[in-house]
Each structure stands twice: as structure tokens, then as C-alpha cells.
């Protein structure tokens, strides 16, 4: 019989649909606890969860829901003070990319996960999307031949005017580091499940659009460790050719010595073998939830690891090495310079 796992949520907004709808989709997955500050936000969750209780205050909820796992759902400045309360009642947990604010704050939320002894998890969904899932296996199978290069162009065309990303997120906003640490940390994920460890990075970062606080467009250059290279050039005024311009957000291509894989904005992947005519290749999925349904994927893989101990993507501890990159980031665009990452004991910068 299969063990049904109790998951409380805390967080109820834009974001947090995608989550819900995954979790109901998934067997042997009872919500016990849904928590945000605004309670009607929360209760508007009744209808799909009438069982679950509703609440302003997530200790109150853990309390009384002594759930298996804990699925935050918040901006990165509450994961601190939620995964603490977590941990102090020995609860695994999922928690939101990007972890935290800075580099330190998030290697103290992962360090107080281990000193209780729990799971934590980054929701880091763009990996589970399942062209990444298709072109990860190519890779790996050899079809691609040896890895040289790969790209991608960020273009979801929604940061123009004074109301950009107002009507989903609008602490966007207000973020001071805003393309690299909200956006393109899924690509430093993606990209080294693709193609491997970076060992250093050059950038140039910009704002367009005088209504925001951050950063909304700029590129990036990676160096891997295997001699790979890697660009990701993002620009959230400019879109691209797609019904959803949030499906991909974007284009890459991943080049290596044998073939070319490329994915388009609807989610096809197109397969180019050296000197010959470029071809659609096959990769099934359900137009579900968001990216795909990775975030589904993703919750569907941590359910699978507590009920059968199975490997563990995005484990808080492994998911620093993409913020100490993201760091890098933000420091070759400060000094002007070529930034190497070095991995040192615990896969950590040096």
C-alpha cells in the first residue's frame, strides 16, 4: 500500500497555483495545511483542499498539521525564519529558488536544515522541464557527440512600462538584484545539469526599464570545467516567436561535436546532425501547469525520494554552488573582469 505523504504549503500567491495544482495531481498526497498572511488568499485554496486547515501563522500550522513535508512558497526574504521553524519540528521540506537575498543568509538556511537532521530541497523547476529532461539524456547517450557550446536567449517580453510584472509578482520590482538572482539562477542550474561544472564567468548587466529596481537585461559567458562554453543573453523587454512566451521564455541551443539540439519557444526540440538538414525530434509532454509541469516533476521526484530513498536532485547543500556562480556573477559585472569558480571540499567556492 502506498504511504500517503501529509504536505503543508505556506505561501498563496501567483506563484503558489502551480504548486497547488501539482500536488493535487500527485497519488497519495494529502494537503493538511495551507498558511499565508493574507487569510482569504489561503482559504481561497478550500474548494481543491476542503480538509486542510487554513491559517495566518505557519507555526500554528505545523502545530497542528504535523505534516511530512513542509512546501514553502514565499519570496526569498521569509525562507530563513519558515525553514527554522521547519526544522526545529524535524520537517523535510521543499523550499523556493532563490533560497535567499545573499550567499550567506542561504548557506545559514541550509545550515540549520542540517544541524536538525532534515531534508531540504531547492524548487529549482527549470531542470525538470522536459526538454532539458530530453536534451540531458541526448548528452549523456552520446548523441550530441562531445559537448562544445551552449545558449540561450532569455526573451519573455514582459518588463516594458511602469506596470511590468505587477499583475503576477510585483515584489519583482523592488528586487535590487533582479535578472541574474530571480531569473537566470535557473539557467546556472540548467546549464550545469547540461553541460557540467562552471569554472568561471564574465558579465555585463544592465536596467532598461527606469521602474524597476534591478537589473532586467544583460549577458552572461561560462567557462566549463569540461572546456565547454556557455552564453545566456537576457532581455525581459524583448519576446520571441510563441504562443506562451512563458512556456520556454526563451530559445537555446546545445552544440557539440556530432549534432546540434535547439529548442524553439513552443517546447520543440530540433536536432541537426553535422552536415546534414535539421529535423524535429520527439519529446512528449502535457501542456499542465507551468514550464511543461516541471514543477509536478519536481514535486513528484522529492515525493518519490521519501518514500523509496531515491537519489535527490537540488539538495539545499548542492543548490549553494548555484548561488556562489550567481555571486561570481554579480562580481565580474562589479570589476569588469573575468571571475573563476574554483569548486573546492563540499563542491563549494573555494
Known sequence: MTRV???????AGYFSQFHYDAWRRIPGIEIVGICDTNIARAKARQVD??????????????DRTRPDLLDIVTPPDSHLDLVALGAARGVAMICQKPLAPTYEEAERIVETAERAGVLLVAHENFRFMPWYREASRLLRDGALGTPLAISFRLRPGD??????YLDRQPYFQK?????????????????????GEVSGVFARLRRINPAIAGEDAGYVLFEF????????DGNRHVDHSARDMRLTMGTMLVEGSKAVLRLDGDGRLWLKSRGGEERAHPCEWMRLGFGGDCVRAL???????????KVIENDARSYLRNIAIEEAVYRAHAEGRWIATPVGPGGTNE
Open 49 to 62: 483542499f476542503p480538509g486542510a486547515v487554513f491559517v495566518a501563522d505557519a507555526a500554528k500550522m505545523l
Open 5 to 11: 505523504i501529509r504536505v503543508a504549503v505556506v505561501g
Open 299 to 309: 514535486q513528484a521526484h522529492v515525493i518519490v525520494h521519501l518514500r523509496d530513498s
Open 159 to 164: 518588463g516594458q512600462g511602469p506596470h511590468a
Open 225 to 232: 570545467a569540461n572546456g565547454a562554453s556557455g552564453v545566456f
Open 175 to 195: 528586487m535590487r538584484r533582479f535578472l541574474i538572482h530571480e531569473t537566470a539562477i535557473h539557467f546556472i542550474d540548467t546549464f550545469r545539469y547540461l553541460m
